[in-house]
């Protein structure tokens, strides 16, 4: 049977499947087969299961949510038997013992992972360029960095490898790739999905979402793997809404504040002109658009590095060499196989942002510098309470300029960490997020390149039914 599994989104795939216009088994090979034509030169993957997937899609329940459809996993999602390498050497010859819950329920609603994508090493890094294992392309430039630390999942589904993919988002790592990519990204709030499982850069603002091709099919995914995990103590014990049930209902009314510090001379004028255009967009569908104030926006980067740094400092100390992953050949004491191991093992970034983490914990700087942010942080998500008395949503570029070319940030790492500057501060008040695409941008001394422009939309803790509604009804608008 000949179809074109790269234009199918998830609620495509699965009424076709459920027509009988394809099987299960032959959705799962068209998927195997684009991964294999085409992944080696966007480098989106860095293993598939096609042994398996093909045997779980001839025993696919297509009765259930996502039954019979393949999606992929960002590499710091344990999945039974399988490698989760978190893209870094240090992980090398692990296999996971267990499925990590976003993932068991995946699986439980019919999905069947075809494969893991490639990441930034341990999520650290806007670009997947610090990914241990190799490049990820961006499948509209290869020239161009997919964003990161989710790149895999966010080309992935952007190159319609796969209809879906799994991220993280620790301070913009789902819906910064989503923007240069051209999918849908949804960070979801803080504790609505379970991170059991998650190999944790920062816990306390790690959240797993999902990527997709339309606002509908993230509502879909999110159903799957939202709700309450008693194995995770910052798990959401609330009710799960029914995210697909108001997508169609309209924005007329809807309040979308644009605050005055994410409309800055910063971000690149042919985006601007594009987000412009969207946001016009949303007041012809009857939404208002009201101007606003983030106040402590200018503290947001270095309060973010600070108590992200922090908590991978503490995290990564697990990855010794003792019991799982590499362990240096040549050491001689167990100090020194610590030592041997770790140098060896992680990457650049990760020993920058390790080293940064251990020094603001350390003794005398511990309240001049963690406390501090933390303090900022308390003060960042009280801007966000004060704006959400006004406005029901937030509206801003999701990144300040499109997709860069590989290897222009990577000798200066101020300049990559502004990269997520204006989706770190969701992470640090715990707020939902999406990224959807909203255009394209010429390039001035490109002739013909034309980037995918992310718009970003944010909004109060379990807003997800309201987001979800504003970015369906925007998708709508574009494509009638």
């Known amino acids: 049977m000949h179809f074109d599994s790269t234009s199918l989104t998830l609620i495509s795939a699965r009424d076709a499947l459920r027509r009988g216009d394809f099987s299960a088994r032959e959705l799962v090979e068209a998927c195997l087969g684009e991964i294999d034509r085409r992944d080696g030169d966007l480098g989106a993957f860095l293993g598939t299961r096609a042994e398996a997937a093909l045997a779980e899609a001839d025993q696919a329940d297509l009765n259930l949510p996502l039954g019979g459809l393949p999606i992929a996993l960002k590499d710091n999602l344990n999945l039974l038997g399988e490698p989760c390498s978190c893209g870094s050497k240090i992980l ?30 341990f999520a650290m890094g806007s ?26 999942s966010a080309a992935a589904v952007g190159a319609g490898l796969v209809p879906a993919a799994l991220g993280s988002d620790t301070g913009g790592s789902i819906r910064q790739p989503a923007a240069f990519c051209g999918c849908v990204g949804l960070k ?48 959401l014990d609330t009710p799960v809404p029914d995210f697909s049930s108001g997508l169609g209902d309209g924005i007329k009314g809807l309040r979308i504040g644009l605050p005055k510090e994410y409309f800055s001379a910063a971000i690149d004028p042919a985006m601007r002109a594009t987000i412009d255009r969207a946001l016009q967009t949303l007041a012809g569908l009857g939404a208002e658009l009201v101007e606003l104030s983030l106040p402590h926006s200018e503290y947001v980067v270095a309060s973010y590095y600070l108590i992200a740094t922090a908590e991978a400092s503490t995290n990564l100390a697990r990855f010794d060499g003792v019991r799982y992953g590499h362990r240096s050949a040549d050491a001689g004491d167990l100090l020194e196989q610590y030592h041997q191991s770790r140098g060896q093992g992680f990457g650049p970034e990760v020993k920058r942002r390790i080293l940064l983490g251990t020094y603001v914990l350390s003794s005398g700087y511990y309240d001049a510098y963690y406390l501090k942010a933390q303090r900022v942080r308390t003060l960042i998500r009280r801007d966000f309470e004060q704006a959400f008395s006004k406005v029901d949503l937030i509206a801003s570029p999701a990144s300040p300029f499109p997709a860069f070319k590989a290897g222009e940030k990577t000798a200066d790492p101020l300049q990559m960490y502004l990269a997520d500057i204006f989706t770190l501060a969701a992470n640090l008040a715990g707020i939902p997020g999406i990224s959807l695409p909203c255009g394209r941008m010429a390039i001035d001394d490109e002739p013909g390149v034309e980037l995918p422009v992310g718009l970003q939309l944010l909004g109060p803790a379990c807003s997800e039914p309201t987001l979800l509604r504003a970015a369906h009804s925007f998708e709508q608008a574009g494509s009638s």
Do not use: C, W
Not at 95 to 117: E, F, H, N, Q, S
């Open 92 to 121: 090398e010859g692990y296999r996971a013992p267990y499925d990590a819950t976003a993932v068991a329920r995946l699986k439980a609603a019919g999905a069947i992972v075809v494969g893991r994508t490639n990441m930034d090493e």
């Open 127 to 152: 670009s997947t360029e610090n990914s241990a294992l190799g490049r990820t392309r961006n499948p509209h430039a290869p020239d161009r960095v997919p964003g990161g630390s989710s790149g895999g």
């Open 188 to 235: 979801p709030t803080y504790g609505r999905v379970s991170r059991y499982g998650l190999v944790a850069y920062a816990s306390s603002l790690d959240q797993i979402g999902p990527f997709t091709r339309t606002a509908a099919d993230a509502a879909l995914m999110l159903q799957a793997i939202a709700g309450h995990d008693p194995r995770d103590s910052t798990s």
